[in-house]
Each structure stands twice: as structure tokens, then as C-alpha cells.
């Protein structure tokens, strides 16, 4: 049964609900009242003609009729028959025919599989984090080291009758210092917990809790535009967002950039540049005569109002994320589950070259199109004898109808709804 | 009385300082070495009788100071103690496949750091 079967159902409770008789409607409509009994009990198909004039008779809109609100159960439901189960192989062309007659178990069956993915990506996330985060690992050797310290300090002031006195000192003196240790760290890691624990809290990383605080801030920290910007220090005092010491760290070594860079290229004189000229950010640095790293940057954190649904996201040379920028309408890559057509890691492979893709984002809802400007810059921090450091930058602005070759981009791969995608790194289970 | 020269690699001072004191008053001649990316030099310098080696270690990891010892034609026969954080399974037949000779968690009673010193040179 084609989904369209199910307008009669729609026609049949629509009617029911304006209190109108069978034959009210067919006359009004021009058809005969077992016509139209057929119809409402998806025995016949309506042809367009009629579906505009139900609609009309009960004042409603044709596509409510013909599609209803059911667009997202299906996919739902096909997402449900889509994951792998063990011996279980569900009627497929049969799902719509089970959502007609039974709606409240397939409802019931669609949101819980909304609720399987919503949890899947907790799952991910979570693991992820315990893989991957610097901060938890970090944080547990120290908690390990602190307490081996401790003990074996501590045995040794115990089980020694004749430990000299500077021996005794120095060793209470050592336990002290890793008291204090353990004390800081446990501080951090049940910060870090409350915050893993609340979902509203996004499962905040030391990088999370950056973004949340300049978030908070529209992404323009005005304090640091002016001649004589205070302290980055002063800003993030008390912040709430801000509750790990990494996410402080993280915060306060942004800042510093920030400021270095507001004084390199003051947001006033970008933007008149950009009434000007337009948002090419090469043009827009060689006419300035500044770096287009530093205009990407800059154009990231304009005021509100100056370039309207920008994203900016950075990467190092192994491709792990540094940060983010979120552009409405954009799936942000997370470390380790970014997509791998992503404009910004092409650009490591072309250090010191200007790349421009225009990107549309894939699946159910989205399309939004991007400009992703692009520059990768390689540099050689501790000199001749030091290694290469690699870092790319990606500006994202909306790029609404514009027409050209365009580069599909999804989510992470196991969420992604791209068929034949080249970059595909594991199955995906919408797909 | 002394039992043996060893040396200690382990970034942790206060650990070291500790481990210092105990196998000192065992009768062994300790000496600490923090960086891992000397360590090496410092191993040929001294040719202990015995390492006691933590893995995470900054410049280069205990393992990969495993390796490079048991690679070098001086230092291949040299037995070495594993001291490291992570007590899994697979992580002490990594060590032992890696050449160390006993391993141990930390953290660690005074007492089995002794006795695993003393098992490392057969005394």
C-alpha cells in the first residue's frame, strides 16, 4: 500500500473532526457518497483534481491530505528496520500499510527508535570522551601519581623508627604537597563528572565549556577590542560555564590570541573592508595587508549583525579539532567523528593556498549550503632544529541559492544518510 | 652493605624521592633520572645492575626506552622493573613482551618494591 493510501484515512478524520456527514462532503466535492466511502477507507486512490477540492471543502491544506504529519514516523520506522538485528528481517514494503493500521504501535515503535539514536549518540559521545579526552587522562595519572606518592611517604613515616628529623620534615613536607594535588584534581575530575552526568550540560569538555562561555558572548568579546584591553584573567572570573581548570586554561589562551589579534586587525576597520569588498577573505587580507588567517578569525567574531551565520572551525596537522565556531544549520565536527570531506582537511595537504568549496549539508531537513573558505599555515615554533606544526582554518558563511559544484557534507559517518559517499570510514546505521 | 646500583627513571619527584629513600636504606646506590629522552645516555653512562622504569614518562615512554635497551647490545641483558599506572593484563604481556622482566602497578607497597628489586638481580 503506497503512503498516498492513507490520504482517505486523512480525508475520513478530517471530516469527522469538522463534524461534517459523508454525503455533505461528497456533494460538496462532486462525488458520489460510496465514492467517497471508498476513498476514506484507502480503497481508491485520489486523484489531484479531487485532493484539491477535499481540501478546499475541509479547509485545509492539499499536502496535509496527501502527506499528512507522517513524514517523520516513516523515516522513523525505516531507520528502525534499517538497524541490524540478528534474525529479524521486517516487512519493509508492508511499513506503511502497519503505520495506517496500527498508528499507536508504530508510533510507539518510532519513538523508540528516536530514543535508541538520541542514546547512541550519548553512547558515542561518551566513549569518545573517555578515549580521547586529554583532561580525564590527564587528570587520572595524576590522581595516581599523588596517591602512590602518598602511600609510600606515608609507610615510610610509619614503619621507620629512626628516620632523622630533616628525613621527617621533608617527607610530611612532600605529603602535603601531594595532598594538595590530590585535593585540586578531584576538584576538577567531579567538575568534570557533575557535568558528564547533567544532559543539559551537553557533556561539556574542557573545548565545550570554551564554546558555551563565548557562546554566552555572541562570539565578540568586546572587552577586547578597545585600545587598552583589561586582562583576558579578569573576564573569566567567576564564569559558570568555565568549570574545569583545562576548560579555564583552554578559555584564557584563546583570549590572549583574541587580543593579539584585535589589535592586529581592529573589528572597525574589517568591517568597512567588508562593505567594500565583500566577504572574500584573500582579497579582504590583501587589502589589508594582513594575514588570511587572522581575517577568517576576525570575520568569526564580528559584532552581531555584521556577517550573520558565520562558522569557524580549526584543526591541527593530525586533523583533531581545535575549535569550533557552530554555524546554525552546519553539523559541527566533533575529534575523531568529523566528516572527512570537510574542506578543512583538504587544506592540509595545500599549506599557504586560498580553497574555496561550496558545501551542502546532507540529510533529513537540512540542504543548507556554505561558502567554506580555507587556508592551512605551517610554522616552525622552536626553529631550524624544531618540528613543523601544521594548523587549518575553515570559515563557513551561508551561501543561500548559490549554483556551482557542490561537496556534500554530512555528520559523522554512523549517522550519515549518504549512499556513495567516498570518504565513508564505517557503516552508517541510517542508511 | 651494598646491594647493587640502580637506576631509577620516573618524573614523579616525589615518588622517586621515596622509592630513593627506601632502596637506599636497602643498601642500594640510587640514582634518579627524570626526562625520558636521555635516558638512554644516561643508562650507557651509568650501567646499572638493575632499572626500575616508569612508562609515562616525558620525551620518550618507558616502553620505548625498553626497546631501545634491549636493542643495544650493552644494555640488551640489563633487568628492568615496569612501574606504571595501568595494572591490566594486556598491558603486563605488552611489558613482557617488550623484554621487561617484572612488572608492577602502582600504587605500590614499600615492601614489593624491595623484594621485586632484589628478585630482578637474583639476591
Request: hydrophobic share 45%; proline share 7%; net charge negative.
Amino acid at each position: 500500500m503506497a503512503r498516498q493510501a492513507l490520504t482517505g484515512s486523512r480525508v475520513r478524520d478530517r471530516r469527522l473532526m469538522l463534524g461534517l456527514r459523508q454525503a455533505d462532503l461528497a456533494h460538496a466535492v462532486e462525488i458520489s457518497p460510496a465514492y467517497l466511502n471508498l476513498i476514506e477507507h484507502n480503497r481508491r486512490r485520489v486523484r489531484p483534481e479531487l485532493l484539491v477540492r477535499l481540501a478546499e471543502a475541509l479547509k485545509v491544506e492539499a499536502t496535509v491530505l496527501a502527506e499528512g504529519g507522517e513524514g517523520a514516523l516513516f523515516d522513523a520506522l525505516r531507520e528502525a528496520a534499517a538497524s541490524p538485528e540478528p534474525g529479524l528481517s521486517p516487512e519493509i514494503d508492508l511499513l506503511e500499510e502497519f503505520a495506517g493500521r496500527f498508528p499507536g504501535w508504530a508510533g510507539l515503535l518510532a519513538a523508540r527508535q528516536g530514543q535508541v539514536v538520541r542514546l547512541s549518540k550519548v553512547v558515542e559521545s561518551l566513549s569518545e570522551r573517555m578515549a580521547q579526552d586529554p583532561f580525564l587522562a590527564a587528570s587520572l595519572h595524576e590522581v595516581v601519581s599523588a596517591i602512590t606518592a602518598v602511600r609510600s611517604t606515608s609507610a615510610i613515616l610509619a614503619e621507620t623508627e629512626d628516620l632523622e628529623p630533616e628525613w621527617r620534615t621533608r617527607f610530611h613536607k612532600n605529603i602535603y604537597e601531594d595532598s594538595l594535588r590530590l585535593s585540586n584534581v578531584s576538584a576538577a575530575l567531579v567538575a568534570w563528572l557533575d557535568q558528564a552526568r547533567a544532559p543539559e550540560a551537553g557533556l561539556s569538555s574542557p573545548q565545550e565549556e570554551m564554546e558555551d562561555w563565548l557562546q554566552a558572548r555572541d562570539w565578540h568579546v568586546e572587552e577586547l577590542e578597545g585600545l587598552n584591553p583589561p586582562r583576558p584573567e579578569s573576564l573569566l572570573a567567576g564564569a559558570p560555564q568555565l568549570a574545569s581548570a583545562a576548560g579555564r586554561a583552554l578559555t584564557l589562551a584563546y583570549l590572549r590570541n583574541y587580543t593579539a589579534d584585535a589589535v592586529a586587525l581592529p573589528w572597525m576597520r574589517l568591517a568597512k573592508a567588508l562593505d567594500q569588498r565583500g566577504p572574500d577573505p584573500l582579497l579582504l587580507a590583501q587589502s589589508l595587508d594582513v594575514p588570511v588567517p587572522l581575517v577568517l578569525r576576525r570575520l568569526a567574531c564580528l559584532p552581531r549583525g555584521q556577517l550573520a551565520g558565520v562558522g569557524l572551525v580549526a584543526c591541527d596537522g593530525s586533523g583533531g579539532i581545535v575549535f569550533r565556531r557552530p554555524a546554525p544549520g552546519f553539523p559541527m565536527p566533533r575529534s575523531g567523528a568529523a566528516c572527512g570531506l570537510l574542506p578543512l582537511f583538504e587544506t592540509l595537504a595545500q599549506p599557504g593556498t586560498p580553497l574555496r568549496r561550496l558545501v551542502q549539508v546532507t540529510g533529513r531537513g537540512s540542504g543548507a549550503r556554505f561558502w567554506a573558505y580555507s587556508w592551512c599555515d605551517r610554522s616552525w615554533p622552536q626553529g631550524f632544529e624544531g618540528p613543523m606544526v601544521a594548523q587549518a582554518v575553515m570559515l563557513l558563511i551561508p551561501a543561500g541559492g548559490a549554483e556551482g559544484p557542490t561537496r556534500r557534507i554530512g555528520p559523522s559517518c554512523r549517522i550519515c544518510s549518504e549512499q556513495s559517499c567516498a570518504a565513508r570510514r564505517e557503516p552508517s546505521f541510517v542508511l | 652493605m651494598m646491594t647493587g646500583r640502580v637506576l631509577l627513571i620516573e618524573d614523579e619527584a616525589n615518588i622517586a624521592e621515596a622509592i630513593r629513600f627506601i632502596l637506599t636504606r636497602d643498601g642500594w646506590d640510587v640514582t634518579i633520572h627524570a626526562d625520558g629522552a636521555t635516558a638512554l645516555d644516561r643508562l650507557r653512562a651509568l650501567r646499572p645492575d638493575a632499572l626500575v622504569l616508569d612508562v609515562m614518562l616525558p620525551g620518550l615512554s618507558g616502553y620505548e626506552i625498553l626497546d631501545a635497551l634491549r636493542a643495544d647490545s650493552m644494555l640488551a641483558d640489563l633487568p628492568v622493573l615496569i612501574l606504571t599506572a595501568r595494572g591490566q593484563e594486556r598491558e603486563r604481556e605488552m611489558a613482557a613482551a617488550r623484554g621487561a622482566t617484572l612488572f608492577m602497578t602502582k600504587p605500590f607497597a614499600n615492601a614489593d618494591i624491595l623484594a621485586s628489586l632484589r628478585q630482578l638481580v637474583g639476591r
